[in-house]
């Protein structure tokens, strides 16, 4: 297939997602982008296709109005009380949490550390006179970036913490003293995890049979609710 | 009985509300044994197939928990088969009755052990061909438990450490 082919294709893909863009208010068509902007890719790719189905006339009236229901729903473009589209990411952590014991238990601990590390993350800047420009150039990212760590906007990467220590001459406990227990429940997760195939030395343990077997063979306990 | 004696009963996402003041301890394992129990951690273990046991005292304190799972590993290539063992994925005890009650008898680390080997023989007895291994995850640093591990023949895997935490692995070659 030519270029020119390739791109005639493209453009009739478009067409009718141009067409309904054009035909949008300011506001809609802003947190329409932004909703765009943010979903996976695969979303993306449903949203255009949902495009097609809504602007072919062949289609029965009802066909092309769940198909723009559906882009409604990938997009989450039902506004909320005051008139905000997208999904809240803070409000739907706050709705789940009300409905589930260990989710409102984790998002506690995250809101904590993230507050602690915006606030350690500060005092070290301060304390070492670095600007949050000066940051970001430092570990190669933006200055708006910064700023969003500071502000608690986003959660650091393990890569952009150890950037950040290296960057401040810290150790990276300094900035989130938790790391250590959130490695030793990864290992704790990735121990419990099926059909890995065990290293060498583990097999050569696991084979060895001159560990002679146990002679313990526990105890039960009582059930209390029995 | 004891009024030491615990009580075993299975954990359920609805214990979580009455763990609101359980607490490991302030050390990384202490805070990690905690997490794992009040968050999402023990639930991702259970859709694993774990055991989860919540220990009470005769005041109906909870004292502690602890889990066992089953795992399937393979052997390394070119063998590749599968290798069905048993593992303590967490177990811990609330920092008020940690070293507790004085004298071994009835020390409820104690009690929880016994209870998770006897419950891996219970579980080693259902499988069609018996489980031979019993195995844990410990943290380098966490000297008081490679101890009592060791008091219920658990022996430390040499050369295998497991994740960034670098945790030790503990074997237990269970009874016939």
């Known amino acids: 297939m030519s270029t020119s082919e390739t791109s005639n294709e493209a453009i009739s893909h478009a067409i009718p997602f141009l067409r309904f863009l054009i035909s949008m208010p300011p506001r809609a068509l802003e947190e329409f982008c932004h909703a765009l902007m943010e979903c996976s890719g695969q979303i993306r790719a449903d949203v255009l296709q949902m495009f097609e189905i809504a602007e072919d006339e062949s289609l029965s009236v009802d066909e092309r109005g769940h198909a723009l229901r559906t882009i409604v729903d990938q997009l989450h473009l039902i506004p909320d009380d005051e008139g905000r589209f997208g999904m809240d990411l803070a409000r739907s952590e706050e709705l789940a949490a009300s409905n589930f014991p260990a989710l409102a238990y984790q998002v506690g601990r995250m809101n904590l550390q993230e507050s602690e590390f915006a606030d350690r993350l500060r005092h070290l800047m301060k304390t070492k006179h670095i600007t949050q420009k000066e940051l970001a150039a430092r570990i190669d990212c933006t200055q708006p970036a910064i700023s969003q760590m500071l502000n608690r906007k986003c959660r650091p990467q393990r890569k952009t913490l150890n950037k950040i220590a290296t960057a401040l001459a810290v150790d990276v406990r300094e900035l989130w003293p938790d790391l250590e227990v959130s490695e030793y429940l990864d290992s704790v997760a990735e121990f419990q995890q099926d059909d890995r195939i065990m290293t060498e030395p583990e097999a050569v343990a696991l084979r060895d049979t001159s560990q002679p077997r146990s002679k313990l063979k526990g105890q039960p306990l009582p059930s209390r609710k029995k | ?176």
């Open chain 2, 1 to 176: 009985m004891s009024k030491h004696q615990l009580s075993a009963d299975l954990f359920t996402e609805a214990d979580q509300q009455q763990l609101a003041s359980f607490s490991c301890g302030d050390t990384v394992v202490g805070r990690a044994c905690t997490e794992w129990i009040r968050g999402s951690d023990v639930l991702d273990s259970m859709q694993r197939g774990s055991g989860v046991w919540l220990y009470r005292n005769s005041d109906d304190e909870i004292v502690g928990f602890g889990s066992l799972g089953p795992i399937r590993w393979r052997w390394p290539l070119p063998d590749g088969d599968y290798a069905k063992l048993a593992i303590i994925p967490m177990l811990g005890i609330d920092e008020r009755f940690q070293g507790q009650p004085p004298g071994k008898e009835w020390r409820y680390s104690r009690q929880i052990m016994n209870h998770l080997i006897y419950e891996a023989h219970v579980f080693s007895a259902m499988q069609k061909k018996p489980v031979e291994w019993l195995l844990l995850l410990v943290h380098p640093e966490n000297k008081p438990a490679i101890k009592l591990y060791e008091e219920f023949d658990f022996v430390m895997i040499p050369d295998v450490r497991r994740g960034a935490a670098n945790s030790c692995v503990m074997k237990h070659r269970l009874a016939e």
